[in-house]
C-alpha cells in the first residue's frame, strides 16, 4: 500500500514532487541505488506530518529528502564501522567475552545512563533523540519548539559532559 493512501493533500504532493524527489536522489546517490525506494521514505515521513501546519511546503520536502539522505549515510556508516572486524580479533576467543569483559561493559553502560541523568531534561532529550532515535537536529529543534543553535549547544553540553565523565572513572 502506498504511503499516499487515504491522505488527500499527501496524493497532491506526491504527484507534485514525486518526479523532481527522484532527480534530487539521483544526483546524490550511487547509480544501482534505488532512489525510488528514498522518495517513498520522504512521503512516509510526510504522512506522519500535519501537512496543513507548513508555510513552506517545498522546503519542508526537500528537507526532509536531505534528512532521508543524511539518516540513510549514518546507517551505512554504522554498518560498516560494526561490519568491520579488528584485525586479531577471534569471535570465538572466550576472553573478549569473559565474565570480567561483561562485567565492565555494564557497569560503563550505567555510568553512562547516570552521566546522561545528571544533565537537565531538555538537554537530555534533545541527546537521546538524536543519538538513540536517529532524529535529525532540525528535526529535533522543530518538534522541541527550539532554535538549531539551541539544539547545537544542548548537544555539545551533552557530549562534554559525558566525555568528562567517561575520563573521570578512567
Known amino acids: 500500500m502506498s504511503a499516499v493512501a487515504g491522505h488527500p493533500r499527501l496524493e497532491e504532493l506526491a504527484a507534485h514532487y514525486r518526479a523532481p524527489l527522484l532527480r534530487f536522489f539521483r544526483r546524490r546517490v550511487s547509480p544501482g541505488e534505488d532512489a525510488d525506494d528514498l522518495v517513498q521514505d520522504v512521503f512516509s515521513r510526510l504522512a506522519a506530518q500535519d501537512l496543513a501546519k507548513i508555510a513552506n511546503i517545498q522546503g519542508y520536502v526537500f528537507q526532509v529528502a536531505s534528512n532521508v539522505l543524511r539518516d540513510r549515510a549514518r546507517r551505512a556508516s554504522v554498518r560498516g564501522i560494526v561490519s568491520r572486524v579488528p584485525d586479531g580479533f577471534d569471535v570465538e576467543d572466550e576472553a573478549a567475552f569473559s565474565p570480567e569483559r561483561i562485567l565492565q561493559s555494564r557497569e560503563a553502560v550505567q555510568m553512562m545512563i547516570s552521566a546522561l541523568y545528571e544533565l ?51
Open 120 to 170: 537537565p531534561e531538555t538537554v537530555r532529550m534533545v541527546f537521546s533523540h538524536y543519538h538513540f532515535d536517529g532524529v535529525a537536529q532540525v528535526e529535533i529543534a522543530r518538534r522541541m519548539g527550539l532554535s538549531l543553535s539551541t539544539v547545537e549547544k544542548h548537544m555539545a553540553k551533552a557530549n562534554s559532559h559525558l566525555l568528562y565523565r567517561l575520563r573521570k572513572v578512567r
